[in-house]
């Protein structure tokens, strides 16, 4: 069973910063191929990669929006990733979700691509 357990997030002025991680266990693909990273959704709104990573990989993929401020990692065992969020706006107020799945590409246009979804953490970002 695939379980993305997520930690961190929560409430911070803007210009602050923020920090998320997500471990994987149980992920089915061998070789530990494919790749992680978080979407964003607000109420009625759609959802919204943020940043992606592969496994075991150096190469990292973000939205135009958040280019500049955030910063994905993993742990050199690759089934951790961190989420560093810095210079926040109101903007970037949502649930993040952490994700994973089988993709060639790397990129966090298509929520459909990822299998496997976190429960979620909110981050808020006060003006």
């Known amino acids: 069973q695939v379980q993305l357990v997520e930690s961190g997030g929560g409430s911070v002025q803007a210009g602050g910063s923020l920090g998320l991680s997500c471990e994987v266990s149980?992920?089915?693909?061998?070789?530990?191929?494919?790749?992680m990273g978080w979407f964003r959704q607000n109420p009625g709104k759609e959802r919204e990669g943020v940043a992606v990573?592969?496994?075991?990989?150096?190469?990292?993929w973000y939205a135009d929006s958040v280019k500049g401020r955030f910063i994905i990692s993993q742990d050199n065992g690759q089934n951790t990733a961190f989420l560093q969020m810095n210079s926040l706006k109101p903007d970037d107020t949502a649930m993040y979700y952490c994700?994973?799945?089988?993709?060639?590409?790397?990129?966090?246009?298509?929520?459909?691509?990822?299998?496997?979804w976190g429960q979620g953490t909110q981050v808020t970002v006060s003006s």
């Open positions: 149980g992920y089915p693909y061998p070789d530990s191929s494919g790749c």
């Open positions: 990573i592969p496994f075991g990989g150096n190469s990292t």
């Open positions: 994700v994973a799945g089988y993709l060639k590409y790397c990129t966090g246009r298509y929520p459909s691509d990822f299998d496997y």
